[in-house]
C-alpha cells in the first residue's frame, strides 16, 4: 500500500476478495470476502487514523467500515455520531465491532446504552443490551436486574433475532454473576426455551441460557 487514503485501501480490499471467504460471509448476514486475519494486517499497517476510518465508513462498502472500526480511537466521536454508524451499521460483524471495539470503550456509553434499549429498532436495541450485558458482567453497581429479567421475560421469546440473543445474553450473565437471581434466569431460560435447538459446535458451550449458566458457573467452581 503506497499511500494511506481511502482509494488506496479500497484498491487493497478489492484484490483480498475470496469468494470462498464471501460465501462463508453471507452465511451469517455479511456481505463481504475478506479474510478478517487480513484485514486486521491492513488496519496494523495503516495505524490509528480517525480521519481516514471517516473516509472509510463514508463508503458503505462493509470491508472498508471493518477497517475503519479497527483504525477509529474509541474517544474521538461524539454520541450522536456514534449514534449514526450504529444505526447504518446493518451488517452483523460491522454491527458487532462497532458496538464491541468503539462504543463500549468511548465516554458515551452508558448514554449510548439507555438511549438505545428502548429504541422502537430492534437492530439497534440489541445495541443497548449488548450493552448491558457488558454492564452485567463487568460493573452491574447500579443497574435494576430484576426490573431486567421482567423486561426480558415478557419480550425475549417474541423479540427480533439480533435483539433477542441480545437479551438472550443479558439474561445468562445475570444467571452466571448473581447466585441469587440464578434460579430464577435458569427458569426464565427452561420456560421460554429461546436458542435451546441452537447448534453448537462440539467444545464449545450453547447459547441456551440454562446451558450456558450451569456450565459456566461449573467452570468457576472447578478453578
Given at each position: 500500500m503506497v499511500e494511506a487514503d481511502v482509494h488506496s485501501v479500497m484498491e487493497t480490499l478489492a484484490a483480498m476478495e475470496?469468494?470462498?471467504?464471501?460465501?462463508?460471509?453471507?452465511?451469517?448476514?455479511?456481505?463481504?470476502?475478506v479474510n478478517l486475519s487480513k484485514l486486521r494486517?491492513?488496519?496494523?499497517?495503516?495505524?490509528?487514523?480517525d480521519d481516514l476510518?471517516?473516509?472509510?465508513?463514508?463508503?458503505?462498502?462493509?470491508?472498508?467500515?471493518?477497517?475503519?472500526i479497527l483504525i477509529m480511537r474509541p474517544r474521538s466521536y461524539e454520541a450522536s455520531q456514534l449514534d449514526s454508524m450504529l444505526r447504518e451499521a446493518r451488517r452483523p460483524k460491522v454491527h458487532g465491532w462497532l458496538v464491541n471495539y468503539i462504543?463500549?470503550?468511548s465516554?458515551?456509553?452508558?448514554?449510548?446504552?439507555?438511549?438505545?434499549m428502548d429504541d422502537p429498532d430492534p437492530v439497534v436495541a440489541s445495541a443497548g443490551w449488548a450493552l448491558t450485558s457488558e454492564r452485567v458482567n463487568r460493573s452491574p453497581e447500579g443497574l435494576d436486574l430484576v426490573g431486567l429479567l421482567d423486561i426480558i421475560e415478557a419480550q425475549m421469546l417474541g423479540a427480533a433475532e439480533r435483539l433477542q440473543w441480545?437479551?438472550?445474553?443479558?439474561?445468562?450473565?445475570?444467571?452466571?454473576?448473581?447466585?441469587?437471581?440464578?434460579?430464577?434466569a435458569?427458569?426464565?431460560?427452561?420456560?421460554?426455551?429461546?436458542?435451546?435447538d441452537?447448534?453448537?459446535?462440539?467444545?464449545?458451550t450453547s447459547p441456551f441460557a440454562p446451558t450456558w449458566i450451569t456450565e459456566i458457573v461449573a467452570r468457576r467452581q472447578a478453578t
Amino acid at each position: 500500500m503506497v499511500e494511506a487514503d481511502v482509494h488506496s485501501v479500497m484498491e487493497t480490499l478489492a484484490a483480498m476478495e475470496d469468494p470462498k471467504a464471501r460465501a462463508i460471509n453471507e452465511k451469517h448476514g455479511d456481505d463481504h470476502g475478506v479474510n478478517l486475519s487480513k484485514l486486521r494486517a491492513v488496519a496494523k499497517d495503516l495505524k490509528k487514523n480517525d480521519d481516514l476510518a471517516v473516509e472509510l465508513w463514508a463508503t458503505g462498502d462493509t470491508a472498508a467500515r471493518l477497517v475503519a472500526i479497527l483504525i477509529m480511537r474509541p474517544r474521538s466521536y461524539e454520541a450522536s455520531q456514534l449514534d449514526s454508524m450504529l444505526r447504518e451499521a446493518r451488517r452483523p460483524k460491522v454491527h458487532g465491532w462497532l458496538v464491541n471495539y468503539i462504543v463500549r470503550k468511548s465516554k458515551h456509553a452508558e448514554e449510548l446504552r439507555l438511549a438505545w434499549m428502548d429504541d422502537p429498532d430492534p437492530v439497534v436495541a440489541s445495541a443497548g443490551w449488548a450493552l448491558t450485558s457488558e454492564r452485567v458482567n463487568r460493573s452491574p453497581e447500579g443497574l435494576d436486574l430484576v426490573g431486567l429479567l421482567d423486561i426480558i421475560e415478557a419480550q425475549m421469546l417474541g423479540a427480533a433475532e439480533r435483539l433477542q440473543w441480545a437479551m438472550n445474553e443479558t439474561l445468562s450473565y445475570i444467571g452466571i454473576e448473581n447466585q441469587e437471581l440464578r434460579p430464577r434466569a435458569t427458569a426464565i431460560g427452561n420456560r421460554l426455551g429461546v436458542l435451546k435447538d441452537y447448534p453448537t459446535p462440539p467444545n464449545c458451550t450453547s447459547p441456551f441460557a440454562p446451558t450456558w449458566i450451569t456450565e459456566i458457573v461449573a467452570r468457576r467452581q472447578a478453578t
